[in-house]
């Protein structure tokens, strides 16, 4: 066990070198935002594999808070929604109230194929449309699910770190 610690000791932190900072996504807001994104995420009727993706971007391995990008448990403390799934007949009133609890400037991101365009869900009875016909959407992220690496590199263009 003592060996074990002297090696972790010894070998520090091994972290692969960050990619150069991307260009900004959203130029107009990059004053307002400062490099810190604050986001709340919200499932509007997912299958659950882009919510996969999510965790592994927030993991150890992809690590996006490195890069500025937080998630926080209320819409009322969060910059950005991060929005995925098509929007469900029973989550279209919490997403329309959940937007509408962000403060201003808000962004909204529609994660997935089918946050953009109800993907494999469209025309499904209980579907209520994409995130766009509900809320205004900012920034697509496309895939079905987006890699880790499409998310990061999508919150990094706000953050432009
Ligand atoms: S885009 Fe694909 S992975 Fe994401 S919620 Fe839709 S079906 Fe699931």
Redo the contacts with the bound molecule.
Sequence with gaps: MRDLFRKIRKTGRVAEDAPGAPEPALPERARDLRGSLQIRHVDAG??N??EVEIASAFGPVYDVERYGVRQVASPRHADALLV??PVTRNMEMALRRTHEAVPEPKVVIAL???ARNC???ADAYGVAGAVGDVVPVDVEVPG??PAPEAVVAALRGLTGR
Aim: proline fraction near 7%.
């Design positions: 997912s299958c594999g882009c995925t799934g997935g194929d089918c993907g494999v869900f079905c699910p």
